[in-house]
């Protein structure tokens, strides 16, 4: 199984910019790199994936580094309502295919 | 919205009885997971199916079983319900090719008193 490894908590001021980063380093090759966010209980909240290329949209930039072993998860402008649990997940390869495992994620609390 | 929709989404059951819950989706995806969450923890997958009749266990399988007889509808059972089952239940789905989106249910709270 492709496992990440997140720091528990982050701290960021509102306005700023968030990194969260993520380890994955046995991720495979053609498996994909998904972030998703959850506010208090509910349903986790789909935020960018990417494979090996950097992405951006309207929420949020991923930088995946060139060895795939790990990622960041940027929010350009921190706002009180990103205060969450962000989640990194990689996708399990062989017989395990579609095996999606979360790991502890990081709590971010943004503040004013 | 991605169409996924949990049921019950509230439930209050007794030790030892049986319970399911269900997931039911309308993007005839190939991949379906229930995951449950407590207090203070991430999600935790409990059996995930790859397409019809066909299920594996995830990392919390003990005391639950699956089953998918179509492909919109992922049950999950509690054969004999435990306090230690109390919990948040979430389903997903998603099709995992070209990179699509995973969508999460809402959620089912389950007490077990």
């Known amino acids: 199984d492709a496992k990440t490894t997140q720091p528990p908590s982050m701290d960021c001021a509102e306005g700023r910019a968030a990194n969260l980063p993520c380890n994955h380093s046995t991720i495979s090759g053609n498996e994909y790199v998904y972030w998703y966010r959850q506010i208090h209980s509910q349903g986790p909240q789909y935020i960018i994936h990417g494979l090996k290329n950097n992405e951006t949209n309207e929420m949020a930039s991923l930088i995946i580094t060139e060895d795939r072993k790990s990622s960041t998860l940027i929010l350009p402008h921190a706002t009180l309502r990103d205060t969450a649990v962000y989640y990194c997940i990689a996708v399990a390869g062989g017989t395990s295919y579609g095996k999606l495992t979360f790991g502890q994620g990081t709590i971010l609390t943004v503040h004013p | 919205d991605a169409g996924i929709t949990q049921s019950p989404r509230h439930k209050v059951t007794e030790t030892g009885t049986p319970v399911t819950l269900r997931c039911h989706q309308t993007?005839?995806?190939?991949?379906m997971y229930w995951y449950r969450q407590d207090p203070g923890h991430g999600l935790r997958l409990i059996h995930y199916?790859?397409?019809?009749?066909?299920?594996d266990k995830g990392e919390v399988s003990d005391g639950y079983s699956v089953s998918r007889s179509k492909t919109e509808d992922f049950l999950l059972t509690l054969e004999s319900a435990t306090s230690s089952q109390t919990s948040v239940y979430f389903c997903?789905?998603?099709?995992?090719?070209?990179?699509?989106?995973?969508?999460f249910g809402e959620g089912s709270w389950l007490t077990v008193v």
């Open positions: 993007e005839n995806h190939r991949y």
């Open positions: 199916s790859y397409g019809v009749k066909d299920t």
């Open positions: 997903a789905i998603s099709d995992l090719r070209g990179g699509n989106t995973i969508y």
